[in-house]
T-cell receptor, first 112, second 108 residues
Framework: KAGVTQTPRYLIKTRGQQVTLSCSPISGHRSVSWYQQTPGQGLQFLFEYFSETQRNKGNFPGRFSGRQFSNSRSEMNVSTLELGDSALYLC???????????FGPGTRLTVT | GQSLEQPSEVTAVEGAIVQINCTYQTSGFYGLSWYQQHDGGAPTFLSYNALDGLEETGRFSSFLSRSDSYGYLLLQELQMKDSASYFCAVREGDKIIFGKGTRLHILP
């Protein structure tokens, strides 16, 4: 089975711009979660989607949004980028109610 | 709300045993997971404990005490390749919350 894929792997944007990141889960996985990882902060939960519905959202401003498509692929969008949004954005997929998360390689976003 | 506490760094010697602790506070608890992340890599799943006790998988073991809201990851016969960050995580409903991670340094 192919693993979780994320595109792009690296991205450089300037403040004020917006960005869209993409995640394709493992075939058969309908749950997709997004995390932001910065040094010293661990993995901070952004949101979780299941069957095209956002079931949970973390403590992030409304500039962070996402969606899931009928094929379980997911996108997250960050508008009006700030310097503090520079981070590794990780996507993880899993089975519904399962406790094992399978992570993609991440998208490294740098905001200048 | 929920919180997980784990040491930020631990140092051990190659061939030795090291224990990484995790305490948690959640409004609803299903189980405790552990993940490993090498520099530049993605987190990978190591273990999951839903019930009290010790779960062993090769050189790695994980322990849970639900009454103490506490768990640990035990790594035996440490190898240099075990140098990585280790995260504990709990499920709260439909989301999984991670600790800030413990950086494991291994000395030759």
């Amino acid at each position: 089975k192919a693993g979780v894929t994320q595109t792009p792997r690296y991205l450089i944007k300037t403040r004020g711009q917006q960005v869209t990141l993409s995640c394709s889960p493992i075939s058969g996985h309908r749950s997709v979660s997004w995390y932001q990882q910065t040094p010293g902060q661990g993995l901070q939960f952004l949101f979780e989607y299941f069957s095209e519905t956002q079931r949970n959202k973390g403590n992030f401003p409304g500039r962070f949004s996402g969606r899931q498509f009928s094929n379980s692929r997911s996108e997250m969008n960050v508008s009006t980028l700030e310097l503090g949004d520079s981070a590794l954005y990780l996507c993880a997929s899993g089975l519904a109610g399962g406790d094992e998360q399978y992570f993609g390689p991440g998208t490294r976003l740098t905001v200048t | 709300g929920q919180s997980l506490e784990q040491p930020s760094e631990v140092t051990a010697v190659e061939g030795a045993i090291v224990q990484i602790n995790c305490t948690y506070q959640t409004s609803g608890f299903y189980g405790l997971s552990w993940y490993q992340q090498h520099d530049g890599g993605a987190p990978t799943f190591l273990s999951y404990n839903a019930l009290d006790g010790l779960e062993e998988t090769g050189r790695f073991s994980s322990f849970l005490s639900r009454s103490d809201s506490y768990g640990y990851l035990l790594l035996q016969e440490l190898q240099m390749k075990d140098s990585a960050s280790y995260f504990c995580a709990v499920r709260e409903g439909d989301k999984i919350i991670f600790g800030k991670g413990t950086r494991l340094h291994i000395l030759p």
